[in-house]
């Protein structure tokens, strides 16, 4: 039979599992975002700017009346800033709302459609129950709609795009938080802060938890007696205690001082000036810190297994090293279990990653899913649920497809089901 049988074979099986395909799928394009974000697809810049009005919604859902007159006035007091400055014409060019600039007219037109505005949006204030009357078809009602749009044709009239109208409208595609920050660029650049800590702390973790299993499940003796006890006691304390009381360390500064006290500042020059609680150090060591716990009990209790296993008994009479032995007749055989906790850490990893922001214990700079259902809070109470309902999305679609894509390796890879 040709060596390349059970591959094969497990190739065939996998094609046949169509949720496992289309898991991967979307695995598949949320690393090609992350990838697009790293080679500058979308900037820790993009995700600060005002793209427009204050917890707009998304999906083109048309806002009450009352919101949309807020959102008006909203940009008229942005024109009215650089508007009223000692010299319009340079302020105007740096103008506050991305993907916008002031439209191609005179200082004085400009004023003049400001002035306009200021007037509709007196008119439209002095409507006791706005949403009602709007909503009534009233004959005020009727009269406070026709104000309304053209309050919103003055302000249009006064700026344009600088970017194309595809582009402005994925912008704001999936609404803006309490901020006027574009949701959808936040959610995307998030992706790169999942798939970094997924990957990372992942591979990491696995590759700790392998070495230690087959360590501690080929040797025996005193190394397993020592491992065990390590990951015991790692076990008992409780996972988010641990992940807290780590990353609070590194936001002390103690440990970037103490490197860089015993190198000379390497730590800083390599870090460009940041600190470690600038970066996703703090969040990969706390992470791998634990999680390596799982896979190095599974991958012990399967080497326990296979040391006993004839080919090993032979591969020792033979006189093989004990290296040969572990890496050559035990880990491919353990490669499976690697995969499919790779596949579950990945999972804890991004879970436990929001959880920490959300604390204000994980990411310090940019964005992420848990900052952003963090800083949400306060929207929530006043009925706005689209950030921590995009975050929420993005976040479920991943896990999910990993989910699936655990449980279909688990099936295929698994030598009892193979």
């Not at 949006?121 to 406070?144: H, I, M, Q, R, Y």
């Not at 080919?311 to 690697?338: C, D, E």
Request: charged share 20%.
């Amino acid at each position: 039979m040709s060596g390349a049988a059970p591959q094969s074979r497990v190739w065939v099986k996998f094609v046949k599992h169509k949720p496992a395909l289309i898991a991967l799928v979307i695995i598949g394009i949320y690393v090609l975002i992350g990838v697009g974000v790293l080679l500058g697809l979308v900037t820790i810049e993009d995700t600060a700017n005002e793209y427009g009005a204050p917890s707009k919604p998304g999906f083109g859902v048309v806002s009450s009346p009352e919101k949309r007159v807020d959102n008006a006035e909203w940009f008229l007091n942005k024109l009215r800033i650089p508007l009223s400055s000692s010299d319009p014409q340079e302020s105007l060019k740096e103008f506050p709302i991305a993907d916008l600039q002031a439209a191609d007219a005179s200082t004085d037109e400009l004023r003049a459609a400001l002035a306009k505005g200021d007037a509709l949006l007196a008119e439209l204030k002095e409507v006791p129950d706005l949403d009602a009357e709007v909503n009534s078809s009233s004959t005020v009602g009727v009269a406070a709609a026709q104000k309304i749009e053209e309050l919103e044709e003055t302000v249009d009239s006064m700026t344009h795009l600088t970017v194309g109208p595809v582009r402005r409208w994925l912008h704001l595609s999936l609404g803006t938080d309490r901020l006027g920050r574009s949701n959808f660029l936040r959610a995307i650049y998030s992706v790169r802060v999942a798939i970094l800590v997924g990957l990372v702390t992942g591979f990491v973790s696995v590759l700790i938890g392998a070495i230690m299993g087959l360590l501690a499940g080929y040797f025996g003796g005193w190394v397993d007696v020592v491992i065990t006890w390590l990951y015991s006691t790692f076990a008992s304390i409780p996972n988010i205690v641990l992940l807290i009381l780590l990353v609070y360390v590194f936001r002390e500064g103690t440990i970037d001082q103490m490197i860089n006290d015993n190198t000379g500042n390497l730590l800083e020059k390599l870090l460009g000036g940041s600190r470690l609680d600038a970066t996703l150090i703090p969040v990969y060591v706390a992470f791998c810190a634990t999680f390596w716990i799982g896979p190095c009990r599974i991958i012990r209790g399967e080497t326990l297994k296979l040391r006993e296993q004839e080919y090993v008994q032979a591969a020792q009479v033979l006189g093989y090293s004990r290296t040969r032995i572990l890496f050559r007749h035990l880990l491919p055989n353990v490669t499976h279990l690697m995969l499919i906790n790779f596949s579950l850490l990945f999972i804890g990893a991004i879970k436990s990653e929001v959880i920490l922001s959300f604390l204000g214990l994980g990411v310090q700079e940019g964005t992420s899913w848990g900052l952003m259902i963090s800083a949400a809070k306060d929207e929530v109470v006043n009925g706005n649920f689209w950030q921590i309902g995009v975050a929420t999305a993005f976040m479920f679609v991943l896990v999910l497809a990993f989910n699936i894509l655990s449980d279909a390796m688990q099936d295929i890879l698994d030598p009892k089901h193979v």
